[in-house]
Structures are given as C-alpha cells and as structure tokens.
C-alpha cells in the first residue's frame, strides 16, 4: 500500500521555466511533509518541508504548496536552472506522538533541458 | 565538517555470507536510520534507533540487524537471510525524536554475486 505517491516518474522542462512536481498522500494522519533531492549515487538532500498548519512554504527558487482537502502537494521551482537535474523525492511523517518515522515516494526524475 | 560517512561506497559479497555496512555521524544527532532504495522505488525503513541501546523495525526489517552501542554509530548487518539483499542502502540521522527533517549519508551499494 503507498501511502504517498509520486505518479510521474520523470518530467523534462526547459532552462529557465517552471518545474512543477506533484505528490499525493492517502494516510490523512500525515501532517509534515518535506522534499528531497537525490543525485545518482549519492543520498538525498533536504530541500524543503511544509507543516500541515501551512498552505505553501517558499525558499528562494523552491515553493511547496499543500492542499489538505486534496491530500495533494507540490514543488515548484522557478526558474529551472540545469543543476535542478535530479530525482526529487517527497516524504511525510506523521510527528505529533514523537513517531517522525518518514514515508517516501517512488520520485520523480527531473530533467533540465538547456 | 560535520556529516554522516557510510563505507565502503560499493561492496561486493558472495551470496550466503553475512556482511556489514558502516555508518558514522558527528553531528551529535540522537536519531540514526537505515534506508533501502531499490530502482524505481522509494526509500524504504528498515531499522531505526531513537536513542543509544535501542532501536526498532521498520518497514522491511527481515534479514537485517542493527546495533546502536554508541551515539554516533548505527552499524547494520545484511545477513543470508535477506531473500534480495542486493541494493543501494542509505544511512539518516535526525537531531532527536521529534525532529522531520533526516540528514542522509552517502550511500553504499551492495552486489551480492
């Protein structure tokens, strides 16, 4: 059962446009919500989280917005820059009980295109 | 610096021996997890510990084991028993429990021949 799931496995957008990545959630007890970013061969890399009390959450280049009723988030990252280029995971955790175990997506395949 | 390490970056074992895989963090984080990729598929939990001397299953915890004798260091043993142990596998540590946010290592991939 995937409780949070990313269903485009890659996306291909051009330098300088918007990216623009989607995650949907079943388990409505989640209520944190990060992404990450992951290089071949490498681990992810934190990139940026939004808490349920929230409906979008912005950080230079990079917003995540989070529409509860929908169970549906997103990130955008305006302009895609080449080094964007990446798997991009989302997770969810569900924090309130000190439980902050993180459930994944299968990610989504980002690629820049110059 | 401060960060998490795993070693070796790749490793190679025959099928039926037992093997280990390293993790090190200095980041004074209280929480360390182990993580499974497999490809085209998301990062799944295998152990997690909380805190020092405990620790708990996660998701695919089956053919695997862990330790956590010291704050820093959240060893993990692919034993023969694992049916598919072939992988990527990451390490995370978050600050203590209660924290979201996991600080991921670099990874290591293990071939089992």
């Known amino acids: 059962d995937q409780q949070v799931k990313q269903n485009s496995p890659s996306l291909s957008v051009q330098e300088g446009r918007i990216s623009i990545l989607n995650c949907d959630y079943t388990?409505?007890?989640?209520?944190?919500f990060l992404w990450y970013k992951k290089y071949p061969a490498e681990g992810p890399t934190f990139l940026i989280s939004?808490?349920?009390?929230?409906d979008k959450n912005e950080d230079g280049r990079f917003t995540v917005f989070l529409n509860k009723s929908a169970k549906h988030l997103s990130l955008h990252i305006v302009p895609s820059q080449p080094g964007d280029s990446a798997v991009y995971f989302c997770a969810a955790s569900v924090g309130s009980f000190g439980n902050e175990k993180l459930t994944f997506g299968t990610g989504t395949r980002l690629t820049i295109i110059p | 610096d401060g960060g998490i390490t795993q070693s070796p970056k790749y490793l190679f074992r025959k099928e039926g021996q037992n093997v280990t895989l390293s993790c090190e963090q200095n980041l004074n984080h209280d929480a360390m997890y182990w993580y499974r990729q497999d490809p085209g598929q998301g990062l799944r939990l295998i152990y997690y510990s909380q805190i020092v001397n405990d620790f708990q299953k996660g998701d695919i915890a089956e053919g695997y084991s862990v330790s956590r004798e010291k704050k820093e260091s959240f060893p993990l043993t692919v034993t023969s028993a694992q049916k598919n142990p072939t992988a990527f596998y990451l390490c995370a540590s978050s600050i203590r429990k209660g924290a979201h946010e996991q600080f991921f290592g670099p990874g290591t991939r293990l071939t089992v021949l």
């Open positions: 388990n409505s007890m989640f209520d944190y």
């Open positions: 939004i808490s349920s009390i929230k």
